[in-house]
């Protein structure tokens, strides 16, 4: 049997929505205000996308970048990959739309639906059909409208989220170990801690289940936190073990962007907090978006270098998580 191929990022790019809504902005349309949202999870602003934008139309703009930055044709993509949980429509799949936006004629094309663990989770899909030679080249985009399915009359819930888009092309061979092994979890027993429970096959569109309000974004935030710096933590340490790198080799560790207190949580169970990297600060939870996005400016404004090993984490509804490490080398 042949070994597994390498399997290297070659290129990344991101996209935010132009329109700013800052926590002030946000006091004038639920009862919060600015230093409750900041102390709680380090979020002052986020992105919202125009009304007329859709997931597909976020993910293309990172979809370019991306492309651009790994110097490549779209038409040389096997595979596109969407993670999102607010796709254009049910069906067809958002990625069929960003293939047709970006031309990637050749490629095979589907959305993955993991939440916030989504681009983790596309990454390894894609990471492994490269590695068994069944394709050459991937592109993987995590895009997110959260806005359109949060409850703008729930504080509870719509200081969290931001829309935006993160991709990374994906391509056999490179130096070093490139991406390496995943550590993935889901435990759908919890299902009901996070989730949007109108809408679907379960709880169709009625006008009793809109006036519930059922078709948003529904969350218990005090025990998704606990389980989120649970999964997440252990998912690192088992992803390090099973890569064999410890944890003083990794050079950057970027999380999923939820809260800063997370990712604080984290920081200090693995005594990694002079390394984590974080934007949640401008960008709020943008969903399966938000590792994509912060891997992208890890990478341009230089914290990310040739040669350094970087630990990826996630965790979203389902629950849904996991763990990855790679070798950054371009
Ligand atoms: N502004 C002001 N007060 C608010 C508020 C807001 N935006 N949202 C909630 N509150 C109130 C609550 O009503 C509650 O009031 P009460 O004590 O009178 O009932 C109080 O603040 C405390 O709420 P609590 O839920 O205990 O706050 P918290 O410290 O747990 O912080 C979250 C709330 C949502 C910020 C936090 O639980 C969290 O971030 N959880 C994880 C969410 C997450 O990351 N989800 C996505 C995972 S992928």
Redesign the pocket.
Known sequence: MDLPRTVSIIGTGSYVPEKVLTNHDLEKI????DE??HS??GMRERHIAAPGQASSDLGTEAAKAALADAGIEAGELDLLIVATLSPDMFFPSTACFVQEKIGAKNAYCYDLGA??SGFLFALDAAKNQIASGAVKTALVIGTEKMSTFIDWED??TC??FGDGAGAAVLQAGGEGRGIMKSVMGSDGSLADL?WTPGGGSRNPISHEMIDQRQQYLK?R??E??KH?VVRMTEAVVQALEKNDVGVDEIKCFIP?Q??I??IDAIAKRLGIADRIYTNVEKYA?T?SAALAIALDEAVKDGTIQKGDLVALTV???GFTWGANVLEWNR
């Open positions: 639920v009862e919060t205000t409750w949202i709680r999870t939440a916030c504080r509870g200081i969290l996070l969350m935030g005090r998704v936190f989120a999923h939820a809260n207190r997370i939870n969903s965790f979203g509804g």
